[in-house]
């Protein structure tokens, strides 16, 4: 079955800190992939997703993420955090050949920065 | 904007309670999805619909059941509620659940005791 797996449980960063949080999947054919983002209180909204073409794909917020097919990673980066980027994120993959479309998620990163 | 709701954000109940969570989207769209989110665990699918009174088995289906009586309108059953089903539920939908993502409601906070 597929899976998705986040190294990273728990991040702590100063403000201006960059960040790389890593994803990687274990489907070989094609996939969609989504990184995820759910601020204290909030939603879960979306951050940034990739599904064909340029392999690096820029998201709101400043984030950016990087599709490496050969490695199966998708790692999600920002050059300088802020106070406000703490929350949780969660790295989500989609077989593209599924019949299902179903979204397999990671066990999410949680970032705390500190001001 | 795309908007989901769900009935609560908090609920309480006793085991062995039938629970019923419901959620709403207003975007007119055909798939709908029940996760249970869990510390260390991520987003565990429970159910999926793709059309109204059709409904797909996820990950997690035990203990759990849905209806989709309206296309809008995609409830969760806990027919008798147990302590292992205290969890933060997240309702999703999208038009094209090859082609788009999925939009996200607030969750509902269960606590069954």
């Known amino acids: 079955a597929q899976s998705v797996s986040q190294h990273n449980h728990h991040v702590i960063l100063s403000e201006a800190a960059s960040l790389e949080l890593g994803c990687n999947y274990s489907y070989g054919g094609t996939v969609n992939l989504f990184w995820y983002v759910q601020y204290p209180g909030q939603h879960l909204q979306l951050l940034l997703k990739y599904f064909s073409g340029d392999p690096l794909v820029k998201g709101i917020k400043g984030f950016e993420a990087e599709f490496i097919k050969s490695k199966f990673s998708f790692n999600l980066r920002k050059p300088s955090v802020q106070w406000s980027d703490t929350a949780e994120y969660f790295c989500a993959v989609r077989d593209g050949s599924s019949n299902t479309g179903k979204l397999i998620f990671g066990q999410g990163t949680t970032l705390q920065v500190k001001p | 904007d795309v908007k989901v709701t769900q009935s609560s954000r908090y609920l309480v109940k006793r085991t062995g309670e039938k629970v019923f969570l419901e959620c709403v989207q207003d975007m007119d769209h055909e798939n709908m999805f029940w996760y249970r989110q869990d510390p260390g665990l991520g987003l565990r699918l429970i159910y999926f619909?793709?059309?109204?009174?059709?409904?797909e088995k996820g990950d997690i289906p035990e203990g759990y059941s849905v209806s989709r009586e309206k296309k809008e309108r995609f409830s969760l059953i806990l027919e008798s509620a147990s302590t292992n089903q205290t969890s933060m539920y997240l309702c999703?939908?999208?038009?094209?659940?090859?082609?788009?993502?999925?939009?996200f409601g607030p969750g509902t906070r269960l606590t069954v005791t």
């Open positions: 619909s793709y059309d109204v009174k059709m409904k």
């Open positions: 999703a939908s999208t038009h094209d659940r090859f082609l788009h993502e999925q939009y």
